[in-house]
């Protein structure tokens, strides 16, 4: 018998990774509440969360607070007077009022707004007015509930789960070190991010992030060209790998590209959002254009469960998907660039983000909800993976593994 | 003496300064809100001048810049968000998602 004529062989990712399959994706994980429930429970709540960056909080003081709807809690991540970083359950001890309202901030101590309960950067509750009012109360019993967190290469990441089963550095394994060195640090003087609540499951925002087959088609208009070109029409992948719960991808560039005007201005000035031809992965780690191609242009750390983090020569991105229900996402992009020396420099980035509004966030964006307003129809019951949309097929294998944990 | 607009070499793009906006979401409404004739005169007026206007900025660093460069500086801003329209789409706007959806914020502290 021909495996091959059933597409069971012969497929150059499938063949690495046979234990993933090749059948059909069933559509009741975008639409089910009861698999949304298992999500929260069994996965965001148990694992490591990509929050932010260290440069949101360069000094004692300063703070950041993330909704962790998913986790049904809202988390402060605070600079302590010893330089340390620390992650709180944004709540007080008193009457669950949030201690901070304040997206951003920098700050002393923590007061409630409420009653004016005083907590120390270290979380520890210093100061209740008129505590002889109470019964009894224990005051260093009473601080803000900590919540574990740690960092890796300045990203900050975040465990709800009160005893983590394993360090981030192990969550994050073979993936995470063959990032490790990229220049985050010097790159991420700057940054843009944007933020956009969308009527679309989870998934269906991160799939379009987990796959570059639509590139050819979706962005034919904009950013298309660039990557898939003459000899690669449909953009086939230079690498997919897949380390347990991660994956990577990376991704070439046209070399028959030729920029536009303005594109071509920019570049004078500065490099561009996920940069195309000419560009060089030399001395970076190994999971950066990890085969050598010459014909590079960005790898992917797909970081399980809601992360994308791209990474190009001369600046970085990210997507977090964070679930706010089994239709609704609140997603998060952000591009790191060093930060601009001269005016020119700025109009350089400017023209990165513009082309990576229209070209990414808009074009992209605009099909979570028009995906989403269908899965429920009933018409179809699932949805086909291809080869070269492996990564889609490992996040639900990897979903299946925590579900019957 | 009346305040310089934009500064000297460059003022011949006076017609254009309703583009010289200070943020990007203003820079979002008003690309939204061009028609294409609009945006097709912004550009071609701007395009041929970019050289010598980039030359021209890259003198400054981004802080402390004279109200004249700053207003040069925005039609550049301005020019970096229309370009896809007139470079890649032919009409205002991308397909898909309504760009004022994605709110642009500051996640770095801002120090004074």
Not at chain 1, 25 to 33: F, G, H, V, W
Not at chain 1, 139 to 161: C, Q, R, S, Y
Not at chain 1, 243 to 267: N, Q
Not at chain 2, 38 to 62: G, R, S, V, W
């Amino acid at each position: 018998m021909n495996a091959d004529a059933n597409g069971t062989t012969g497929r150059k990712w499938h063949d690495r990774y046979p234990e993933l399959g090749t059948g059909p994706i069933p559509i009741d994980p975008y639409i089910s509440r009861d698999y949304f429930e298992k999500e929260r429970e069994r996965i965001f709540r148990k694992v490591w969360l990509n929050v932010g960056r260290v440069e949101q909080i360069p000094q004692p003081g300063d703070y950041f607070v993330k909704e962790l709807a998913v986790c049904n809690t809202s988390i402060v991540v605070v600079r302590g007077d010893d330089g340390t970083v620390r992650a709180f359950h944004n709540m007080c001890a008193h009457r669950g009022n949030p201690v901070v309202w304040n997206a951003k901030g920098k700050c002393k101590t923590f007061t409630c707004r409420y009653h004016s309960w005083t907590y120390g950067l270290d979380g520890a509750l210093r100061y209740v007015p008129d505590e002889k009012n109470f019964y009894g109360i224990k005051k260093e019993a009473l601080g803000l509930t900590p919540v574990a967190v740690d960092t890796w290469e300045g990203f900050i990441f975040i465990n709800t789960d009160p005893t983590p089963k394993e360090t981030l550095q192990d969550y994050l394994g073979e993936a995470g070190r063959s990032f490790a060195g990229y220049p985050f640090a010097e790159i991420a003087t700057g940054c843009s991010a944007w933020e956009s609540d969308v009527n679309a499951n989870w998934k269906v925002c991160k799939d379009a992030f987990q796959e570059v087959y639509h590139i050819f088609s979706l962005h034919n208009r904009s950013t298309g060209a660039a990557f898939a070109g003459k000899s690669n029409p449909y953009l086939n992948v230079h690498e997919l790998a897949i380390f347990g719960t991660h994956a990577r991808i990376s991704v070439p560039a046209s070399l028959d590209w030729r920029p536009t005007p303005v594109e071509a201005l920019a570049k004078r000035y500065g490099m561009l959002t996920l940069q195309k031809q000419d560009s060089s992965s030399q001395g970076m780690p190994a999971g950066v254009n990890p085969t050598g191609a010459p014909d590079w242009s960005f790898s992917g750390f797909m970081c399980f469960p809601n992360t994308c983090l791209y990474v190009a020569d001369g600046g970085f991105l990210t997507h977090t998907f964070w679930p706010l229900s089994e239709t609704r996402t609140h997603w998060e992009a952000r591009i790191y660039f060093p930060k601009a020396k001269t005016l020119a420099q700025q109009f350089s980035q400017e023209y990165s983000r513009a082309t990576f509004v229209d070209g990414v966030l808009v074009e992209d964006g605009g099909m979570f909800e028009k995906i989403q307003s269908l899965l429920a129809s009933g018409a179809k019951k699932e949805i086909i993976v291809g080869d070269e949309e492996l990564l889609i097929r490992h996040h639900h294998k990897v979903t299946e593994t925590f579900f019957n944990a | 003496m009346t305040e310089r607009l934009l500064p000297e070499p460059f003022q011949d793009l006076e017609l254009y300064l309703a583009w010289s906006l200070p943020t990007d979401r203003e820079r979002s409404v008003k690309r939204q809100t061009s028609s294409m004739a609009e945006i097709n005169a912004f550009y071609h007026a701007m395009l041929p001048k970019m050289d010598e206007i980039l030359t021209y900025l890259e003198q400054y660093p981004p802080e402390q810049v004279p109200a004249d460069v700053q207003r040069l500086f925005f039609l550049t801003l301005s020019l970096a968000k229309i370009a896809p329209a007139v470079e890649m789409y032919g009409e205002p706007n991308a397909e898909g998602l309504d760009a004022l959806r994605l709110v642009n914020v500051d996640i770095y502290p801002v120090r004074s």
